[in-house]
């Protein structure tokens, strides 16, 4: 394949070299890709100023070994406005390195593309640490990764509250099997957890939450995520320490 155009959202950006900027990007017909911007830290380039972390861009690019050379990247949206706030910029990194960590490179994952470029709008206009929550459970949803809340992971009995989240299991339990230590999944949590599932990105609706679901609710996703990648996101301490 010679050089190609294709659209895509910059997840990570970081310094090459002296001249060059290393890029993950995700595009919308070819899932995540790795590029090198030459030039992009030369002031004259015209990649200077367009190879940021966030860009949603048409790039021109040609394929190499390991990664991708960008030739050209022309700015559909730059959402400086994330760059420029500090708490936008937390949650957007967490939802860029979830998605990074989620799927491989070259798969295709138009609706990841698109939930992605969605949460970027809405972050921008509503408030951001509901739009990252709502964004990251669906991003896990689409990857396989839907955690049990209707039985006991235990027993199997349908769920009664006050129930429990056991990452472990990556599921809810009843009072009655549950381990000491866990965090509750009050039937509050639980109806907040369904309304984010189903956010309807085109008319979002209104975010009313009280601070205590919310904390739960963040609590259970920082659990679960740690449970799928078998890690946790570098991002969610920066989250922590800036929010
Ligand atoms: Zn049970």
């Known amino acids: 394949m010679g050089q190609y155009r294709t659209e895509a959202i910059l997840l990570a950006v970081r310094d090459w070299d002296d001249t060059a900027r290393m890029v ?13 911007g030459y030039g992009a830290r030369r002031p004259k380039s015209q990649l200077a100023g367009t ?6 861009a048409e790039l021109s690019l040609l394929p190499g070994k390991g990664y991708e050379s960008i030739k050209q990247c022309d700015i559909i949206n730059s959402f400086r406005a994330i760059r420029e706030d500090l708490s936008m910029l937390a949650y957007a990194n967490f939802l860029a390195e979830l998605v990074v960590e989620l799927w491989p490179e070259r798969e295709a994952e138009p609706a990841v593309f698109d939930l992605l470029l969605a949460s970027f709008e809405i972050m921008k206009v509503r408030n951001p640490r509901i739009t990252a929550l709502a964004s ?20 199997g009995e349908p769920l009664t509250y006050p129930a429990f989240f056991d ?12 381990r000491p230590g866990l965090t ?5 949590v639980a109806a907040f957890f369904e309304r984010l599932l189903q956010l309807d990105w085109q008319s979002p609706g209104g975010f009313s939450v009280t601070g205590a679901v919310l904390i739960e609710t ?4 920082a659990q679960f995520i740690t449970y799928c990648l078998d890690k946790p996101l570098k991002s969610m301490s920066f989250i922590a320490a800036v929010t």
């Open 24 to 36: 993950t990007l995700f595009s919308r017909d070819f899932g995540k890709i790795f590029a090198v």
């Open 51 to 56: 190879v940021q972390p966030f860009v949603h």
């Open 136 to 155: 990251a459970l669906q991003l896990l949803a689409l990857a396989g990764f839907n955690p049990e809340r209707g039985i006991c992971v235990c027993c």
């Open 167 to 178: 990452a472990a299991t990556g599921g809810t339990v009843c009072s009655k099997c549950a």
């Open 184 to 188: 509750e999944f009050s039937e509050e």
């Open 218 to 221: 963040e609590k259970i996703l």
